[in-house]
């Protein structure tokens, strides 16, 4: 079983940057293809970027391209989201999550198996 706790989430004002964290365990970290998704009221949970088991590969959703980053430390069983130039729209609730499966369709969230509790962004002046 793997744990996931996010933290990191906060009110910014738009044009603004934060910077996600994600702390797994429970399995060895460097096993896990690693995911942050967003949920906002009223709509479906959706991909926002993944990575990787080594944190050689990324995908971003073309909403946040330029704008995120992700990445991860194997030696800290953490992965990140920065999250630059922020817009009114990238208010959610924005979860990580983890799958034990090889890279590929990492935007396919039926493919992670575990989830965090999230935490909530809001983007507003």
């Known amino acids: 079983q793997v744990q996931l706790v996010e933290s990191g989430g906060g009110l910014v004002q738009p044009g603004g940057s934060l910077r996600l964290s994600c702390v797994a365990s429970?399995?060895?970290?460097?096993?896990?293809?690693m995911g942050w998704f967003r949920q906002a009221p009223g709509k479906e949970r959706e991909f926002v970027a993944g990575t990787s088991r080594s944190g050689g590969s990324t995908d971003y959703a073309d909403s946040v391209k330029g704008r995120f980053t992700i990445s991860r430390d194997n030696a800290k069983n953490t992965v990140y989201l920065q999250m630059n130039s922020l817009k009114p729209e990238d208010t959610a609730v924005y979860l990580c999550?983890?799958?034990?499966?090889?890279?590929?369709?990492?935007?396919?969230?039926?493919?992670?198996?575990?989830w965090g509790q999230g935490t909530q962004v809001t983007v507003s002046s």
């Open positions: 999550a983890a799958r034990i499966t090889a890279w590929g369709m990492v935007s396919l969230r039926n493919a992670y198996a575990y």
């Open positions: 429970g399995r060895t970290f460097s096993s896990l293809v």
